[in-house]
Every structure is written in structure tokens, then in C-alpha cells.
């Protein structure tokens, strides 16, 4: 392991940038300052914040959130400061985007037995890519203050008693029971981003324990009901299925289709796609952005959320079941979509297999590393801390049980500059789950699609398990 510095000497290159995108907006008219202005001053006071304390997450997340606003707006700015300056202000956006990277690389050691990126500019910019994804998610997410907070706390406590009165195994049990097929489905056909599928819906059925704090809240999100799922299936003779499960702030036509890659495992694989959409997420969403209220509504919503994403991927299952009896269905899923696999894959033992992509395994320890540290410090005064939530969340926790599927069927692949979900998260799934196929690759949690190992990776699961076949 490096030697941890105590002056990150490379923030001199943001902090420069900074003043120099600074100078420029002043040098020109109105419209330049307003549009150089807010980039420059959070690269400067990023910058400043990296040289003088570094640690705090905040800073890059900002500063690759900053830093690529201004890589992406200096080449429209070039109309207003000539084409001169306007490359500096590239020159300066790109080299401080680099440095976020460099530095959140260099900050965050990589837990034992996962593989060692080289560093450069490439796997730079890949970290830098994350951070700037959790600059845009952090400034979106909603941040509970005050009476919010008191009621987190209260119902919190009041889970707690609910689980030492119960037994946290009884309640697993209550809220893993295993869902009947839809009854009342309906299909249409439906065209986007240049596809053409089936869109299942059907009544979700999901009821939330009436006992459990939030039960009521929960069910008052009536649009949340409501299940959707995109269904691509072959005309003929019976294929294999392949569940895949969307990440966090998906649930989007554009973005989920990109994401698997629907013509890839669809066309050239052959296989028949069920695409769940998580609970609000997409069509079900109850905020202005996908997924708002998942990660950043109550707290205790947290374990709603995941006993209905369970259950309502259980129902798709039950009803590919119904549509084609003795199907092969196998489960993929990347981030959040791969905790929800994993958990699908605790309970579901007639799995084909269970690919677990750059998972989440602890949802409270993800919220806790991106949680600003002043707000981390308000709620744990109000007796609410990582440890505590991630035990009472332990029922809907796919490291809770064992894992159902063979060990022989269990697949995980990771990205070892990720900076969304810690590295050390797949790597506590992969020993839960008895240390099965895993696959490390140097890239981030946003360049996944990108990385061709991964993609080898996944259609070797799929040859391996039967659900395509052999070359």
C-alpha cells in the first residue's frame, strides 16, 4: 500500500484552474460570467479544500461534478472568449476532472484481495466519472433535517423493538413470502429508444406488515401499485429467460435498454428478457427524479422498498412460469439490481443462475459513505447509525440468508476504481456466497458497459449454466 500523503500537492492543479476560469469570466461579457462563474468557483474552492484537508467526500464529488460541467461547457464558451481561451478553460476543466480522479484513488485504499488498478489518466478519468455522478446525486438527493429526522429516529426504535419482539428470522419470513402469479395482467405493445417489446403491468398486491412503522405512508404511494415490466420474448419455440434488474435512478426506457444491452442478450444470444421496474423507479416514481425517496425517503421505507422490489420480482417470475411452465430463468443485476438479484437469489433456489453485478450488499453503508459528515453527525446524536440500520434492514439483506442457488451458478463481477459502491461490498458477497466465479475489472461503477471483460464474463455465466449454448 502507498504511504498516504498529508498534502495532496495535485490540487495546486484545480486550484489554479479554478482562479484561471475565474479570470476569464471577468474579462468578458455578461453571459461568459454567468456561465464561467459557478464552475470556476467550486473547482477553486474544491481545489482549496483537497490542498488544505483532504478526506471529506464531499469535495470530490463536487470537483468531478464541477470539473466536467466545465470540460463539457468550455467549447460553447469559445464563442464568447475566442477560441484561445477558450482552450485553456479545457485545458483547465479536463486537467482538474483528471485530478479528481487521481486523488479519490489515492484516498480510498482498496481492501485485501482486490486486484490493484494501474494507475494513468484512463482509470482516472473512470473515478472521476463516479464522483461526478455523486455530485449530481447528493445536490438531487433530499436531505431529512429536524422533525424528519425525529420521526426517523422514532420509528427506528420502533422497528427495533418490533424485530426483539419478533426475532429478525420471523420477520425475514413474513416479508420473503413467496407471491402468487398476477392474475389480471396486461400487455401491450410498446416502442422505445428504438425497440419494440411487451409492457407488462399488473397490480403489484404488495401490503405492507400493517404492525411495522411507515406501513401506512408506504401504501399511499398509489402510483407505486402499480407493477411494469418490459418483456422481450421470442416467436416459437420455448428459450431460456433472463431477469434483469436495473440499478438506482433507472427504471428508464433509454437507460435500461443501454444498459443490458437488449440486442446483445436478446438477438444474438437469444434469449427471451423480463425487465423489472424497481419500486419508484420509472413509471412508479413519486418524485421528479427516478428512484427519489428510495435511498433518501424515511429510513425505515428502506425496508418497504426492498420487500416489495423482492416480491414484485417474484411475481414476474410466477408469471413467466405461468406463460411458459419448465422455463429456464436465470437473474442479472448491476448495483442495486444486483442486490436485488443476490436477494432473489436467497429465496429462489430453481435459479438457473444469479449474476450479481457491481452489487450492493449493505444499503445503510452506502448511504453512510455519501452522507455529508455534518448530517452524519446530526442523526447518529439522534440514535440512528449505520450499524443499527444495516441489522434492522438484515430481513430484505441478501447477506442475511444463505444463498439458495448452487455455488456453482453464482457469479459476481466488480469494478475495482468504483467509487458508487466500495469495492469491499462485492467482496463480502463473494464470501458469503462461498467464494464462487468472480470477475475484477479496472474501470468504475458508470464505465461497467464499457469494460469487455465483463461482457465475456457474463456470456460465459450464460454457456456455463445452460441458458445459451455451447460454441
Given amino acids: 500500500m502507498r504511504t498516504q500523503p498529508r498534502w495532496f500537492v495535485c490540487a495546486l492543479i484545480p486550484l489554479i484552474a479554478g482562479l484561471y476560469w475565474l479570470a476569464v469570466a471577468s474579462d468578458h461579457g455578461v453571459v461568459v460570467w454567468l456561465l464561467a462563474t459557478v464552475p470556476g468557483v467550486v473547482i477553486l474552492a474544491t481545489g482549496a479544500g483537497l490542498l488544505l484537508w483532504p478526506g471529506d467526500r464531499y469535495l470530490t464529488h463536487y470537483l468531478g461534478l464541477a470539473s466536467l460541467v466545465g470540460t463539457l461547457g468550455s467549447v460553447p464558451l469559445m464563442l464568447g472568449t475566442g477560441i484561445v481561451e477558450g482552450l485553456g478553460l479545457f485545458v483547465a476543466a479536463a486537467g482538474s476532472f483528471l485530478t479528481c480522479g487521481h486523488t479519490v484513488l489515492r484516498q480510498r485504499a482498496l481492501p485485501a484481495g482486490v486486484p490493484v488498478p494501474v494507475a494513468g489518466p484512463r482509470i482516472w478519468r473512470k473515478a472521476a466519472t463516479d464522483e461526478a455522478l455523486l455530485g449530481f446525486f447528493v445536490t438531487c438527493a433530499r436531505i431529512p433535517v429536524g ?53 407488462l403491468t399488473f397490480d403489484s398486491g404488495y401490503v405492507p406488515d400493517p404492525g411495522l412503522p411507515g406501513a401506512a405512508r408506504w401504501r399511499a404511494h398509489r402510483v407505486n401499485d402499480r407493477m411494469a415490466a418490459r418483456v422481450f420474448r421470442h416467436p416459437g419455440r420455448a428459450r431460456p429467460w433472463l431477469v434483469c434488474i436495473h440499478g438506482y435512478r433507472m427504471g ?43 435511498f433518501d425517503g424515511p429510513m425505515v421505507d428502506l425496508l418497504h422498498a426492498q420487500a416489495q422490489a423482492l416480491w414484485d420480482i417474484r411475481r414476474c417470475l410466477a408469471w413467466i412460469r405461468v406463460e411458459q ?28 443462475c444469479v449474476i450479481a453485478g457491481i452489487p450492493l450488499t449493505d444499503i445503510p453503508a452506502t448511504i453512510w459513505d455519501h452522507m455529508p459528515l455534518l448530517h452524519r453527525q446530526y442523526i447518529e446524536a439522534q440514535g440512528i447509525d449505520q450499524g443499527r440500520l444495516s441489522a434492522l434492514l438484515a430481513p430484505v439483506s441478501p447477506m442475511y440468508r444463505a444463498c439458495a442457488v448452487a455455488r456453482e451458478r453464482r457469479y459476481i463481477f466488480a469494478a475495482t476504481a468504483d467509487q458508487l459502491v466500495s469495492p469491499q461490498q462485492p467482496l463480502d458477497l463473494w464470501q458469503h456466497w462461498q467464494r464462487p466465479a468472480i470477475h475484477w475489472y479496472h474501470g468504475s461503477h458508470l464505465s461497467v458497459r464499457q469494460e469487455p471483460g465483463g461482457h465475456t464474463f457474463i456470456e460465459r455465466a450464460l454457456r456455463e449454466t445452460g441458458l445459451i449454448g455451447a460454441r
Fill in 325 to 352: 411452465p419448465g422455463a429456464e430463468v436465470g437473474a442479472l443485476g448491476y448495483s442495486l439490481g444486483g442486490y436485488n438479484a443476490a436477494l432473489l437469489a436467497s429465496v429462489e433456489s430453481s435459479l438457473a
Fill in 252 to 294: 428508464v426506457d433509454r437507460l435500461d435498454l443501454s444498459l443490458f444491452g437488449v440486442r446483445y442478450l436478446h438477438e444474438r444470444l437469444g434469449l427471451n428478457l423480463m425487465m423489472p421496474i424497481l419500486p419508484l423507479h420509472g413509471p412508479r416514481s413519486i418524485a421528479r427524479i427516478t428512484g427519489g425517496h428510495f
Fill in 147 to 199: 422533525d424528519d429526522v425525529a420521526r426517523d429516529a422514532q420509528e427506528v426504535q420502533a422497528l427495533g423493538a418490533i424485530r426483539n419482539r419478533r426475532g429478525t428470522y420471523d420477520l425475514a419470513d413474513r416479508l420473503v413470502a413467496a407471491p402468487a402469479a398476477p392474475s389480471a395482467p396486461h400487455i401491450r405493445r410498446r416502442r422505445a429508444a428504438g425497440r419494440e417489446f411487451e409492457w
